[in-house]
């Protein structure tokens, strides 16, 4: 069983810069894939970032790519996902998400995900 906290989001200004983490309750975390997906009202749940269990692989949706960057600390059980020049369109609920390392199906589905934290509100003003 893996348990994921995410503190953090908040709300910030159009061009700004945010960075969220993850943390995990767990004994092998790089045994785990991680995954960051988004949610805006009304919409489905979006691929946003991925990496690998070392780190040495990395994943971003178009829509991100350039701007968000995703980062792990093996030694401190956490995944990271820094944001920079956010725009009102990345208004969401962010959700970080684990799938062990063994499995061979896409990271961009959100149904290859396991396990999933609580979610937090990201909210980017114009």
């Known amino acids: 069983q893996v348990q994921l906290v995410e503190p953090g989001g908040g709300l910030v200004q159009a061009g700004g810069s945010l960075r969220l983490s993850c943390a995990a309750s767990v004994r092998t975390f790089s045994s785990y894939a991680m995954g960051w997906f988004r949610q805006a009202p009304g919409k489905e749940r979006d691929f946003v970032a991925a990496i690998s269990w070392s780190g040495g692989a990395l994943y971003y949706a178009d829509t991100v790519k350039v701007r968000f960057t995703i980062s792990r600390d093996n030694a401190k059980n956490t995944v990271f996902l820094q944001m920079n020049s956010l725009k009102p369109e990345d208004t969401a609920v962010y959700y970080c998400?684990?799938?062990?390392?063994?499995?061979?199906?896409?990271?961009?589905?959100?149904?290859?995900?396991?396990?999933w934290g609580q979610g937090t509100q990201v909210t980017v003003s114009s």
């Open positions: 998400a684990a799938r062990p390392a063994y499995k061979s199906g896409s990271y961009y589905n959100r149904n290859e995900y396991d396990y």
